[in-house]
């Protein structure tokens, strides 16, 4: 479908609540980052899902 989740800095307590409710491991380790820097990174390099789609990220929100 194209979609690519990514979490960014988050907090160690929330990342808990995420892998006991099983959300952590349906996301998959690539999906969680340490910063934002390195997700913006890593989803700079990641291959396009369609044929001849240019890369690029739609910024939702952020944590605070």
Known sequence: NGVRVAFA????????????SGLKDLIGSEGFFASTAEALAAL????????????????VGTAS
């Open 9 to 20: 800095g988050m907090k160690d307590a929330v990342l808990a609540v995420m892998a006991r």
């Open 44 to 59: 700079r390099e990641a291959p396009t899902q369609a044929a001849g789609e240019k890369p690029g990220l739609a910024r």
